[in-house]
């Protein structure tokens, strides 16, 4: 197959995590017979020093024409001063309003050759912690009217029936593939929004009925999280909850650097990015962990180009990287063998192998 990806490297650490994702695709268009396109496209701090701007229409362009997109990650201290629509991160919320991709999808699953890794305690870990995070991603506060007047600031949260109806669809039909449990999180006992989250989400459930819907409000859920992270199957909740809930979700799994995402729509078209930030204080020094872009990279394979083989040969090198000891610095553990971004990268190629289809 051939298949078109625009590629955003970013700013910080993103081009050299997302250099290493290119040679795992690389390596995998070799052991298959695909040939992968790439689309450089300037966004985020990069692009605002180029065109004063963090994405440039024509950049949002080949994105939305593209197969696919990989994103590294964008942002950092040079930036911060900027007015809000002018920062870099503004650029990354465009591209997923212009994309279109309302539902993120935040897998927080533990490595068992992690396992010694994850902050929380051994007899925690050890019930397992295998869960996805459903983010709805283009609505509520984070797209809502930000203004400062004077000494107030306003940021509006807002969501439509619709917005939450798509999105929750989404929850139902990812745990039906799954454990068939859904928690749908909110804060219902504070705000509108929430209310009517929870009113739509019940009224699915009637369309869901193998799928057991349950509801927590959002304070609580960060509690179990780290309290009893085996209870949960699949959440769904909505923009903002998910951004926060899922960084502590990654992080009881040993490292942020680990977790892919993927971005969907209506169409095949998606953004693939790792969920941790630019990280500026390693940024050029070799030391960052790309497993998180890999994987998300793997993602780009199952999910909008259907090859799933591909995919698994993806996964299955990572772990094979990872039973064979080596780590990154965020992932170091006693015994551990550290290598850098580069290396990590090379490694998990080598262990890139076509299994049975
Ligand atoms: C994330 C990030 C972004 C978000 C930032 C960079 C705008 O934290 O992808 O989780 O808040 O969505
Ligand atoms: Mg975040």
């Known amino acids: 197959m051939v298949k078109n990806i625009a ?29 992968f396109r790439y689309t450089d496209v300037d966004m985020g701090g990069c692009a605002i020093d180029k065109y004063g701007d963090p994405l440039p229409e024509s ?35 465009r591209l997923r309003a212009g994309m279109g991709v309302y539902s993120n999808n935040r897998p927080a699953k533990i490595w068992p050759q992690l396992s010694d890794a994850s902050p929380l305690k051994k007899s925690i870990v050890e019930q397992g912690i295998d869960f996805i995070i459903v983010r709805e991603l283009i609505g509520g506060i984070y797209f809502g009217e930000h203004k400062t007047e004077g000494d107030t ?9 619709n917005e939450i109806e798509r999105i929750g669809r989404i929850g139902f039909e990812t745990a039906q593939k ?108 070799d030391k960052a962990n790309p497993i998180g872009t890999i994987l998300s990279a793997a993602m780009m394979l199952r999910f909008s180009f259907d090859m799933r083989a591909e995919a698994d040969a993806v996964e299955n090198a990572v772990s094979a990287y990872l039973d064979a000891g080596w780590r990154t610095a965020d992932i170091m553990s006693e015994g551990g063998k550290l290598v850098g971004c580069r290396r990590c990268g090379e490694l998990i190629i080598e262990n890139i192998k076509r299994g049975r289809e």
């Open 153 to 161: 600031a306003i940021d509006v949260l807002k969501y439509n029936e």
């Open 7 to 35: 590629v955003i490297r970013g700013d910080g650490i993103g081009p050299e995590i997302v250099n290493e994702a290119l040679k795992v695709l690389d390596r995998v268009a070799e052991l298959y017979g695909h040939t």
């Open 178 to 285: 799954r454990n068939k449990r859904l928690c749908s999180v909110e804060k219902s006992n504070v705000l509108d929004s929430s209310r009517l989250w929870k009113k739509v989400m019940h009224r699915l459930a009637g369309e869901y009925p193998d799928v057991e819907l349950s509801d927590m409000l959002v304070d609580n859920c960060a509690m179990q999280i780290v309290k009893n992270p085996a209870q949960f199957d699949v959440i769904v909740t909505e923009n903002m909850f998910g951004d926060i809930l899922s960084d502590e979700a990654s992080m009881i799994t040993g490292s942020i650097g680990m977790i892919p995402s993927s971005s969907l729509g209506a169409s095949s078209c998606g953004l693939y990015e790792p969920i941790h930030g630019s990280a500026p204080d390693i940024a050029g020094q």
């Open 59 to 93: 950049e949002l362009k080949k994105c939305v024409e593209s197969d696919s997109v990989l994103l590294g990650a964008v942002g950092g201290s040079k930036w911060n001063d900027l007015p809000g629509s002018m920062r870099p991160e503004k650029g990354l919320l």
